[in-house]
């Protein structure tokens, strides 16, 4: 299938605030459902990371896919599903929690590195099988690791329009529409249109025309803003041109925006619809550009849609990503700030543990997320912004009595 013919992500309408939701315990059902599209596709089977279109370790309900499919909750992994077998593919912290989480009778459980992927493509798929991914899941590098293990045991990789999963999970939660606010330069301590022009001077330096950035956190940091579309951190999902000129095209939803940003954002910001990606890439294709794309964090449709369209790819890492790391004095003092802030409310938390709880402890009153959500409470404050970036950090789970202090039975 052609890059030129693969449809970028439509943002379905949502909630205006972040919500960790339940997406679904996996299973049978699931599976089955899946294994039902594949066929309807002409696929024997499909690999489904654990991953959204920006390759975060956060990703929004609607991205967890393989949560939905095997049940598995951990922040990293993969399955691989072919007509009659299955497999999820852990790190070394998930091998206890997968074996809970999955229905052992469907999917196998795999150690990624000692049993990869590899092996068990060589082991199980049959030559001229027909594996599906989705492009926007992968990032370039991913997929030149995929393709040789496909190839290795006689298969076809194939790049999938639309993602068979996505058609076989009915109740799919929407995509967030948090709003947008803006990074006050008191605390940013540079303004967007300096970030850009400096930026925009490393591309002439390598003589690239244009860069592709896909990550939420670069994005963030290079317009000064913020948002709550996904669990933990507070970043707008959205992707971004910028041009060796300093001007930026940025493919967001125009819902999150207010018009007090929209104004802030200025005119070397244009926003345009997320759907309009292809075709400022196809733009870029048409004129020849030399356009900068990273390898590690790109999703590979990205590549092909530019190759396609003519265009002349630098792979380079993402621009942003090191002077972001280069704190500014102004930033530097928020950080100092914020651990003032936070010892302040830690300290307040261990002298209330130290003069309440051990009594409602010893009694069976107080669970440890009753002591999480204490805290929780002391390092909000009167702060609505913490109020609204901190509860995400705190999951609500299964209920456990405290632990005995030391000293107690």
């Not at 024997?44 to 049940?71: C, K, M, N």
Request: hydrophobic fraction near 40%.
């Amino acid at each position: 299938m052609s890059a030129s013919s693969m449809a970028s992500p439509a943002e379905a309408t949502g909630s205006l605030a972040p919500e960790a939701s339940k997406t679904g315990a996996g299973g049978g059902d699931h599976l089955a459902s899946l294994r039902a599209e594949l066929a309807r596709r002409d696929l024997h089977g499909f690999i489904v990371p654990r991953a959204d279109e920006h390759q975060g370790e956060y990703v929004p309900a609607r991205a967890e896919r393989l949560s939905w499919l095997t049940g598995f909750t951990g922040s990293a992994g993969a399955a691989a599903v072919l007509p009659e077998k299955a497999a999820v593919f852990v790190d070394g912290r998930y091998t206890v929690q997968v074996r809970e989480e999955i229905d052992l009778a469907q999917f196998e459980p795999r150690h990624v590195t000692e049993e990869p992927l590899s092996a068990w493509l060589k082991e199980n798929l049959s030559g001229g099988q027909r594996v599906g991914f989705d492009p926007w899941l992968h990032t370039d590098s991913q997929v030149q690791q995929l393709r040789k293990a496909v190839s290795a045991a006689k298969g076809e990789l194939v790049a999938c329009e639309t993602n068979p999963l996505d058609a076989a999970w009915p109740d799919q939660p929407e995509a967030l529409l948090a709003p947008v606010i803006l990074q006050d330069l008191d605390f940013a301590g540079k303004a967007s249109f300096e970030k850009r022009a400096e930026i925009a001077a490393k591309l002439k330096e390598a003589a690239c025309h244009a860069t592709v950035l896909t990550l939420p956190d670069s994005i963030a940091w290079l317009l000064n803003v913020r948002g709550g579309d996904v669990p933990c951190t507070p970043l707008p999902l959205s992707f971004l041109i910028l041009g060796d000129d300093g001007v930026a095209s940025w493919f967001v939803d125009e819902r999150k925006l207010s018009d007090a940003v929209r104004e802030e954002l200025g005119n070397g910001i244009e926003v345009r619809d997320p759907s309009g990606l292809a075709d400022a890439l196809d733009a870029l294709g048409t004129r020849n550009a030399k356009v900068m794309v990273d390898p590690a964090s790109a999703p590979v449709w990205v590549f092909e849609r530019l190759e396609a369209a003519g265009a002349e790819i630098v792979k380079a890492a993402d621009p942003c990503q090191l002077p972001k790391a280069q704190k500014n004095a102004v930033e530097l003092q928020g950080t100092r700030n914020a651990h003032l802030r936070d010892g302040a409310a830690l300290t307040r938390f261990l002298s209330w543990l130290d003069r309440e709880a051990p009594a409602q402890i010893t009694a069976g009153e107080l669970s440890e997320l009753d002591l999480v959500r204490k805290l929780l409470s002391f390092r909000e404050g009167d702060s609505p912004v913490s109020r609204f970036f901190l509860r995400d950090h705190f999951g609500i789970g299964t209920e456990r009595r405290a632990m005995p202090l030391p000293g107690q039975s």
